[in-house]
């Protein structure tokens, strides 16, 4: 891999800041500056960015964001993501606090009001791409659909430094599918951390050897009669809500969002760097930005 050759990384930044809460709230223990302000998310995730930028050296870098909880999928279907808890007490400050370290890192933070993280990833994904490698960084699998020759979806895995990196071969050995139908295999089985159902009783394997035979969910419809009679009766007694998860799995990629390669060149200012983490007592976390830069 020539390191010289311009790519971006295009970052789902709630992923990285939940696993980053997590990650380092372990034993009730949550990391505070001297003053009582809770970092442990913020650390987290400035450890994830800099490992993923050390594994795959992006010379361009986007961080993505949700915009809230109200978007055009909770206008279709009113219980999408309806499940999810309240944030911990904790990690609520953090989240305007991320955006300040991501400012400072000298990265453009990107959302828009109506539209998920997913969205802003997709649409920059499909207008960057023309000119340079995208790679996704993200923990989330419905990121699978944006793979193409020029965008590799890198899925975190647990532990650090464990990447799944996907591109279409990859995804076609491991998966069986194409990312196009990764959309239809989300409508077939649904997403219960999305909170919305599929079709009842069909679960991934049925689905995977449905989509392998017909192509699509299309396909799947047209061929209904060829289907054994069980699989039939449960897609036939929830065709209308197969067609609103497929909907609400399609990720959007006309979101009104847009960074040129310029805005986005990762130029990272050291000394800036240095005195914002000194604030946030992130002191081990000096030299490893450092590490990362000089390697850039």
């Excluded at 079709?199 to 392998?212: C, D, F, M, Q, R």
């Amino acid at each position: 891999m020539d390191m010289s050759e311009p790519k971006v990384m295009l970052v789902d930044g709630m992923a990285l800041l939940f696993r980053g809460y997590y990650a380092n709230s372990y034993g009730g223990y949550i990391r505070k500056t001297k003053a009582g302000l809770p970092t442990n998310a913020v650390f987290g995730f400035v450890k994830y960015l800099l490992d993923a930028c050390r594994t795959f050296a992006p010379s361009h870098i986007v961080c993505c964001w949700d915009m809230g909880s109200k978007t055009f999928r909770t206008d279709k279907f009113e219980a999408y993501k309806g499940n999810r808890p309240e944030a911990p007490a904790e990690l609520i400050p953090q989240f305007d606090l991320v955006k300040d370290v991501v400012g400072g890192l000298g990265i453009p933070n990107v959302g828009v009001v109506g539209y998920e993280a997913d969205d802003c990833i997709g649409t920059l994904s499909k207008q960057l791409s023309r000119q340079m490698d995208v790679y996704v960084l993200t923990g989330d699998h419905d990121m699978l659909q944006l793979v193409d020759d020029r965008v590799k979806v890198v899925i975190m895995k647990k532990g650090p430094s464990n990447y799944a990196v996907y591109d279409p071969d990859k995804l076609r050995e491991e998966k069986q599918l194409s990312p196009k139908q990764f959309i239809d295999l989300k409508g077939l089985i649904g997403d219960a951390s999305d909170n919305y159902p599929g079709v009842k009783g069909i679960g991934e394997k049925t689905a995977t050897k449905l989509l392998v035979e017909y192509g699509s969910i299309d396909g799947i419809l047209e061929h209904l009669h060829l289907l054994p009679k069980g699989v039939r009766a449960k897609i036939e007694a929830d065709v209308e809500m197969l067609h609103l998860c497929r909907e609400l799995a399609t990720i959007h990629c006309e979101a009104p969002v847009a960074c040129s390669t310029d805005e986005c060149r990762w130029e990272p200012d050291r000394a800036k760097i240095a005195a914002l983490f000194e604030e946030l007592e992130f002191n081990s976390l000096v030299k490893e930005v450092s590490r990362v830069i000089t390697a850039s």
